[in-house]
């Protein structure tokens, strides 16, 4: 997902601080330290609208998943997945990605719940052949 070897990879996490259901992103996001990653944490859907980057990754909590998973955008448009809790990003993504706005958006779902530890774990092995 980066081009040059020093870009900064932008990962969008989502998820509500306040719901225990919707929060596991958000802790996991704050404890990882990964080289040229940036986490930006957002709390509406349509922050990512603002976002200057045609090459990102979307990190947020995916109802009944049992483990860490890495969709593509074509994903979310061919299989219609809105078990993503709270995920009325795909409209957004959809709409910037028919504009050109942008170009390599990846999606890595985690579960609602679970060993936050084991969590972190494999979300880094996800994410470390994203980060070139």
Same mark, same amino acid.
């Given at each position: 997902?980066?081009?040059?070897?020093?870009?900064?990879?932008?990962?969008?996490?989502?998820?509500?601080?306040?719901?225990?259901?919707?929060?596991?992103?958000?802790?996991?996001?704050?404890? @990882?330290?990964?080289?040229?990653? $940036?986490?930006?944490?957002?709390?509406?859907?349509?922050?990512?609208? $603002? &976002?200057?980057?045609?090459?990102?990754?979307? &990190?947020?909590?995916?109802?009944?998943?049992?483990?860490?998973?890495?969709?593509? &955008?074509?994903?979310?448009?061919?299989?219609?997945?809105?078990?993503?809790?709270?995920?009325?990003?795909?409209?957004?993504?959809? &709409?910037?990605? $028919?504009?050109?706005?942008?170009?390599?958006?990846? @999606?890595?779902? @985690?579960?609602?719940?679970? $060993?936050?530890?084991?969590?972190?774990?494999?979300?880094?092995?996800?994410?470390?052949?994203?980060?070139?």
């Amino acid at each position: 997902i980066l081009s040059p070897p020093h870009k900064i990879m932008k990962i969008l996490v989502f998820g509500n601080k306040y719901l225990k259901e919707d929060n596991l992103a958000i802790k996991v996001a704050k404890e @990882i330290k990964l080289k040229n990653t $940036n986490f930006i944490f957002c709390e509406f859907p349509e922050q990512v609208l $603002n &976002l200057n980057e045609k090459d990102f990754v979307i &990190l947020d909590v995916v109802k009944d998943l049992k483990e860490v998973k890495l969709f593509n &955008l074509e994903d979310l448009q061919e299989f219609n997945i809105t078990s993503l809790h709270d995920f009325d990003i795909g409209f957004f993504l959809k &709409l910037m990605q $028919n504009s050109g706005k942008i170009k390599n958006v990846k @999606i890595i779902g @985690i579960p609602m719940k679970g $060993n936050k530890e084991l969590i972190k774990r494999d979300l880094i092995k996800v994410l470390k052949p994203l980060n070139l």
